[in-house]
């Protein structure tokens, strides 16, 4: 029976019942009346508010069902055990300067579609009667998502970080970006800096320097994977808007600036030409270098066998205490190296470690100082 139909019967049988009784309970039957009055209107209430909350339940849940329906494809970074072609997420982000910029465009708009949409899913499946398995799904998915991200940051910061840019799109760079640091030839840093208005490949101590054929094989490398990066993450943190969630200053960065070394490192490579090598005078020989040149030579020839010279230029030794005791003693100096663009200077140094009772052990190989490899006449 519809919720109109009683309730019209419950007034009308409260109002007969009120014609049949004397006029002096009238203004006690009044009371009754409207008590009742009020609680069927409750009833009704009730009922449309259960029928508008079924009808809201049905609708979400024929929604939910719809969009589980039109799921885009699940990119391979977002799946169980993620693998492409053999290769772990590390493995790939690695060897993205080989991939073509179409499969990288095409696997940024999957990976942006499938954790939209995800993120859509969610807000539909709440509630204390929520899909279990849906929700465990879309989290390991969007849990995956941010891993992939997360690599991509690990591989990217060191190379972008100081990289960055005025509103108009002027390019700077501060001295921070170790971009070749473990991937050129030989064990010294290289920085990209501005130099006279362009950016130019400088040592670890700002001094313009100039590749060899083996890092700027790296540099290119730098560069093209900086350009799939920026594919993979330019503007990233306004879809991260639309869907309400969070990142932090880094990742703003990274998501924003990926493009920007690749700009940098490839100006760079312009001007990394023989005609524009700074030759720089041979360094001169230091009290020290008479004593101990053959047995520094035989050290370095030994470290590094392209060694055809070395020079030394300490004047006397540089004894490195430890509190009140010495501890070592160094003397500084250069190998010299040879290529089809002349002679190499390479900042070593070589050392001797103290035995106790004034005395010090053989000289050996101290290690690589802080200024750049240069060219000399």
Not at 161 to 170: I, N
Not at 261 to 286: F, Q, S, W
Not at 336 to 346: E, S
Request: charged content about 30%; glycine content about 8%.
């Amino acid at each position: 029976m519809k919720t109109k139909t009683i309730k019209t019967l419950l007034v009308a049988a409260i109002t007969l019942a009120a014609m049949s009784v004397p006029a002096t309970a009238n203004a006690q039957l009044g009371g009754l009346v409207k008590k009742a009055k009020d609680k069927a209107g409750q009833v009704v209430d009730k009922k449309k508010d259960e029928a508008k909350k079924k009808g809201k339940e049905i609708k979400e849940e024929a929604k939910m069902k719809a969009l589980e329906t039109q799921r885009p494809p699940l990119p391979w970074p977002m799946s169980e055990n993620p693998q492409y072609n053999g290769k772990s997420v590390e493995e790939y982000l690695k060897g993205i300067a080989d991939v073509p910029d179409e499969e990288v465009k095409a696997l940024r708009e999957q990976l942006d579609a499938r954790f939209k949409h995800n993120c859509q899913l969610n807000k539909i499946n709440s509630g204390p009667d929520y899909d279990v398995k849906l929700w465990e799904s879309i989290n390991k998915e969007n849990e995956n998502w941010w891993k992939f991200y997360g690599a991509l940051a690990l591989i990217t910061r060191t190379a972008l970080d100081g990289v960055y840019s005025d509103p108009d799109g002027t390019l700077h760079t501060e001295n921070q970006s170790y971009f070749l640091n473990g991937r050129g030839g030989g064990p010294r840093g290289i920085r990209i800096e501005r130099h006279d208005g362009k950016f130019k490949f400088c040592s670890l101590a700002h001094q313009a320097i100039f590749l060899n054929e083996e890092e700027v094989a790296s540099a290119i490398d730098a560069a093209k994977r900086s350009r799939k990066f920026q594919i993979l993450t330019l503007a990233i943190h306004k879809m991260l808007d639309e869907v309400g969630e969070k990142y932090d200053y880094d990742d703003r960065y990274m998501y924003n600036y990926a493009g920007m070394l690749a700009k940098a490192i490839e100006e760079a490579l312009e001007g990394n030409k023989p005609e524009n090598i700074e030759y720089r005078a041979m360094p001169k020989a230091g009290a020290m270098h008479a004593k101990f040149k053959a047995e520094a030579l035989a050290i370095a020839k030994a470290e590094e066998p392209g060694v055809i010279d070395v020079i030394i230029t300490s004047d006397d030794w540089d004894v490195k205490m430890k509190g009140l005791v010495p501890e070592k003693r160094n003397i500084y100096g250069y190998y010299i190296t040879q290529d089809k663009n002349g002679k190499i200077c390479k900042d070593r140094m070589w050392t001797q470690k103290y035995q106790g009772d004034g005395k010090y052990g053989k000289l050996k190989a101290g290690g690589v100082g802080v200024s750049s490899d240069f060219y000399v006449k």
